[in-house]
């Protein structure tokens, strides 16, 4: 089964911990052996999985992101003029596998699944896709 979340995004830069509502999406499937597929279908957002009991890692994964990756860089071609976003996507990926055990989201103790959105804020989908024993 699948269902799609609507994350509305407030600044041009936003990660949201979605656990919460990935791990609804596992409860309502029924499965208790099986795999979950979160998958953003946007070209400058991102899914990934890390530490979401101490806020300031995402703040420095933000950072990172930032100084590897500038906003401003001459030497960029695409004409909308977000090609920052599209590389910080494209490195991160648009989406992860996360293994469903005694149905549940088997993360670890301090892991969160995080939305990123690079070129906020607006309206951005995720995919949740739920296969497995029930
Ligand atoms: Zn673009």
Redesign the pocket.
Known sequence: MHEVLRIRTTKHTSIVNITHQVSEVVKRSGVKEGLCVVYTPH??ACVFVNEGADPDVVKDIVYSLEKLIPWNDPSYA?M????A??IRSAVIGNSRVIPVINGELALGTWESVFLGDF?GPRERKVIVVVIGEK
Do not use: F, L
């Open positions: 070209t400058t695409h909308e003029g977000n090609s976003a599209h070129d």
